[in-house]
């Protein structure tokens, strides 16, 4: 996501050593500018924090540290809104539920998808959440979402037959405050382009429901055009928020640094992969914190809280210490790993790994050939053998490879690695080795 503005403002950091004079500070300052056009930073942007870096470092020391510095207080400072301070980060729940948003974007630019993202966000927080169909003119829209809300039991309110998507909101709204949900978010039509029935139609909706929040779904793959059209919908519907999709696939990353500060309101979220659960909360020092290379261990954290029950975690961490940890509990992190979202995005996460997460293709969970198979192994195995990986001698290694359609070499190398694997987790398991953990990855993040 952050791949070229990320290596970009590395090369201009290596321009200047440790301390050093105006004639590179002049080099470094030119590299960055051509970094971030480079990056699809729009250029208004660009200039703005170009100037606020070099009038940062002629009133103080010329070296490297204070130039990372610079770029890094002021990248937050201009991804912070300036109408609100930055207080509008993530979603923000209103004092009476329901929060009601309503979802607005252009047809083909991700809406409906981010919208179940959005709904499995809150889902996976405890939060009752209830989808309204109000995009009555794209065909088969209707079946999507009910497609999608039912593949992540997420309710969903539609009206069979209805064409007045007014009537459809106002009568989820209804619904919503009858039985008591958090929150309601109102899918909306969207067109190829924007016209004034389009605006039309969204504004009626918008005057009918009172809503909380206007969400606008921006593609990330648009660039600058998505910036333009969001300006468009501000300038309609006052949106409180942009929801920027498909920015897994935008290697540039560049207009999601320049969005709020030319739109004027908050950028909230990112979606970060095709998955539900590949959507993440916009925070602009944590933002920041990873186009440097420094990690984002505290949205990390916020993701695994949601997924990891604690009583679960102690469980399984006392079967480690004990060295019983089965192919049961395998399966079951396994789940678990995958409500988590993109694994590249996850690696991108921890202080000194996001080159790695640059450098391998995102891993599914659900598709990949040595899952398959080590699903295949695993449903092989007696229950027995599952609770007991110590039972699978040569004649059991053998029925589990046949069952599962495989060699038994396969078979003997994902045992020696799921044993090497359990090693580690119980080395790991105790107070001292996590201290030094934490040592190693504290040292990833410090600047060399």
Request: aromatic share 4%; charged share 30%; with cysteine.
């Amino acid at each position: 996501m952050f791949e070229l503005i990320g290596e970009s403002l590395k090369s201009a950091v290596n321009k200047l050593k440790f301390v050093d004079d105006e004639k590179a500070l002049k080099n470094a300052l030119d590299t960055l500018k051509k970094a971030l056009l480079k990056a699809d930073v729009h250029h208004k942007v660009t200039k703005e924090l170009v100037g606020l870096v070099e009038t940062d470092m002629k009133t103080g020391a010329i070296g490297q540290k204070q130039f990372l510095d610079s770029i890094k207080n002021n990248l937050t400072n201009i991804l912070l809104t300036p109408n609100d301070g930055g207080k509008s980060q993530g979603f923000v729940f209103a004092s009476n539920p329901p929060t009601v948003v309503l979802m607005a974007g252009l047809q083909g630019g991700g809406k409906t998808t981010t919208t179940v993202k959005l709904a499995n966000y809150l889902k996976i927080r405890k939060k009752k959440v209830l989808i309204a169909a109000c995009d009555l003119q794209r065909l088969a829209a209707v079946e999507q979402l009910r497609q999608l809300c039912s593949a992540n039991e997420i309710d969903l309110f539609f009206i069979d037959g209805e064409n007045d998507p007014i009537k459809v909101a106002k009568e989820a709204l209804k619904k919503a405050k009858s039985e008591l949900y958090d929150v309601l978010l109102v899918d909306t039509a969207g067109r190829l382009a924007i016209d004034e029935a389009l605006m039309s139609q969204i504004k009626d909706i918008k005057s009918a429901l009172n809503p909380d929040e206007v969400f606008y779904v921006a593609d990330a793959m648009s660039g600058q055009d998505g910036v333009k059209t969001a300006a468009s919908f501000n300038e309609a519907l006052n949106i409180t928020g942009v929801i920027l999709s498909k920015f897994d696939a935008d290697t540039k990353g560049g207009v999601a640094l320049g969005i709020a500060k030319q739109v004027g309101v908050p950028l909230r979220f990112i979606g970060v992969g095709e998955k539900p659960a590949d959507l993440e909360s916009f925070i602009p020092d944590r933002i920041v914190g990873r186009i440097m290379g420094e990690g984002d261990l505290a949205t990390l954290a916020e993701k695994t809280s949601t997924i990891i029950d604690e009583k679960e975690a102690k469980r399984l961490n006392k079967k480690i210490k004990k060295g019983e940890f089965n192919f049961n509990d395998f399966l079951g992190q396994l789940e678990s790993v995958k409500k988590l979202g993109s694994m590249k995005s996850l690696i991108g996460m921890i202080p000194g790994l996001g080159n790695m997460a640059n450098q391998i293709k995102d891993i599914d969970l659900d598709n990949s050939k040595e899952i398959k198979h080590i699903k295949a192994m695993i449903d092989s195995m007696t229950l027995k053998e599952r609770e007991n990986p110590d039972l699978l001698n040569n004649a059991r290694k053998r029925r589990i490879a046949a069952g599962a359609g495989l060699g038994q070499i396969e078979v003997n190398k994902f045992l020696k690695q799921f044993s090497n694997a359990a090693k580690l987790a119980k080395k790991f398991s105790n107070k001292d080795s996590m201290k030094g953990f934490a040592s190693m990855m504290a040292n990833a993040n410090r600047p060399r």
